[in-house]
């Protein structure tokens, strides 16, 4: 089983990773997809939707939504909190490796770092020619994640975060093969004691390899952002944000 197979690290690492703080920006995350891609309506793929910020904040707007993801814990977040708004969410519980859905969509989203994660880099470019074959053309693909310029210029190696009840959560980080992935480990610290320990590894992908890799999937980069809010992918940039469009 992969790591992110597990569904003891969403649940467990679901307070840290989707306070609520993080759950509204999406309300406002959303007005800035809309605004960078032109796309206003029609159906939306949120590929590796998690506990549904971006599906629930774009189904508010009207837009048709699609939400996929691995783990069927998020995905009952994710449906639950639709329910309490009866929103009319299609949950789709599948590995972004197979899923497809041939000229379906308008626009597709892939964000939080929630691309990268598998061994081979070839699976990675299997999700790219998905995503190209499940739009329609003209479609628009937004990916968000940390590029590895950004991350080389606030790098460290240990950093921590806590929770009200004194929970916390130690990330330990390493640069392996060249720059090519991260190794991450986290503990889960309560009460003086490691209560668990997670162990994983993704890709580091820079704007130009981004780019080139859109582009072999059959997609034409419109454009490189350094936040959603579209400020210039320089070095004041936060993170790495593609929109691409299928050809």
């Known amino acids: 089983m992969e790591w992110f197979e597990e569904e003891k690290f969403w649940s ?24 960078l891609t032109g796309i206003t309506e029609g159906d939306v793929l949120d590929l590796c939707c998690g506990p549904g910020r971006f599906s629930i904040a774009m189904a508010r707007r009207g837009f048709i939504i699609t939400g996929v993801d691995r783990s069927e814990y998020l995905l009952t977040m994710a ?12 949950w789709v519980l599948e590995d972004m490796r197979s899923f497809i859905r041939p000229d379906s969509f308008d626009l597709a989203i892939c964000m939080f770092t929630s691309f990268g994660y598998f061994e081979k880099h070839e699976d ?10 499940s739009l329609r053309q003209g479609g628009k693909f937004v990916l968000e994640l940390m590029g ?9 190696h240990i950093s921590t975060d806590d929770l009200e009840d004194g929970t916390l959560l130690v990330q330990k980080h390493r640069i392996v093969d060249g720059w090519r992935k991260i190794h ?16 994983f590894s993704h890709w580091l992908y820079s704007a130009a390899e981004l780019a080139d890799m859109l582009q072999a999937a059959g997609f034409s980069v419109q454009q490189v952002y350094g936040s959603i809010n579209g400020i210039p992918y320089d070095s004041e ?9 299928a050809e």
């Open 12 to 35: 467990e690492l679901y307070p840290f990773m989707f306070p609520s703080s993080r759950m509204e920006k999406a309300e406002e995350d959303s007005d800035s997809i809309i605004e």
């Open 237 to 245: 940039a936060s993170r790495l944000v593609v929109i691409a469009a």
């Open 124 to 133: 990675n470019m299997k999700v790219l020619y998905n995503i190209r074959e």
């Open 79 to 90: 449906g639950s909190r639709a329910s309490m708004e009866d929103l009319s969410i299609e």
């Open 184 to 199: 991450n480990e986290w503990l889960i610290i309560k009460d003086d004691m490691v209560k668990n320990r997670w162990k």
């Open 148 to 156: 590895k310029e950004v991350l080389a210029s606030i790098f460290t």
